[in-house]
């Protein structure tokens, strides 16, 4: 069936690295656009990161551009994050989501997320 | 950014009630309008999209309307695997947003 399992969160220190993957499977990941979308403890929803079919366009919120970088590796089928100068607001839940096939660019495959904690 | 808002942030409700959540988005987003699902510790869960189009899967008590800035996600009839938090997302431009969500909870 269509899964999507992320890996790589844990407790890290501000002004430090880590780097997220989502592992795809059941469906032609190369197919679809991937996001990353996060939500802080007891918070919202906020989008995060967006990277084309291809790897070739990626889009950036204001509050991780120039930390964050959204990359794809078709061949494994695998979606990563890379998160840089981490500071105490990157704390979150991390999903991966696809992009569906729908005009309104819905997210209808989500992963359970990997917790992302920063601390000194 | 288009931002975006739900109202009521949160309601209480008996199953079997009929319940409205309306979500406005700053400007015109056409029909470019998601609706989720979240429970607690869980993934979000699309419940529909294109404003109206119910996912495949989702019960028939799901019900959205509403074009531009004003939308509304209706549950016909409220059972109780349906209280959780609900969060709308337009997917007109970059970034996407969403709104600060609605929880349903019970009376």
């Known amino acids: 069936q269509v899964d999507l399992v992320e890996s790589g969160g844990g407790v890290v220190q501000p002004g430090r690295s880590l780097r997220l993957s989502c592992a795809a499977s059941?469906?032609?990941?190369?197919?679809?656009?991937m996001h990353w979308v996060r939500q802080a403890p007891g918070k919202g929803l906020e989008w995060v990161a967006v990277?084309?079919?291809?790897?070739?366009?990626?889009y950036y919120a204001d509050s991780v551009k120039g930390r964050f970088t959204i990359s794809r590796d078709n061949s494994k089928n695998t979606l990563y994050l890379q998160m840089n100068s981490l500071r105490g607001d990157d704390a979150a839940v991390y999903h991966c989501a696809r992009e569906g096939r729908f005009t309104s660019r819905a997210f209808d495959v989500w992963g359970q997320g990997t917790m992302v904690t920063v601390s000194s | 950014d288009i931002q975006m808002t739900q109202s009521p942030s949160s309601l209480s409700a008996s199953e079997g009630d009929r319940v409205t959540i309306t979500c406005r988005a700053s400007?015109?987003?056409?029909?470019?309008l998601n609706w989720y699902q979240q429970k607690p510790g869980k993934a979000p869960k699309l419940l529909i999209y294109?404003?109206?189009a119910l996912q495949s899967g989702v019960p028939s008590r799901f019900s959205g309307s509403g074009s531009g800035t004003d939308f509304t996600l209706t549950i016909s009839s409220l059972q109780p695997e349906d209280f959780a938090t609900y969060y709308c997302?337009?997917?007109?431009?970059?970034?996407?947003?969403f709104g600060p969500g609605t929880k349903v909870d019970i009376k």
């Open positions: 997302q337009q997917g007109y431009s970059t970034p996407d947003t």
């Open positions: 059941g469906f032609s990941f190369s197919n679809y656009p």
């Open positions: 400007q015109s987003i056409g029909s470019y």
């Open positions: 294109a404003a109206f």
């Open positions: 990277v084309s079919y291809d790897g070739t366009s990626k």
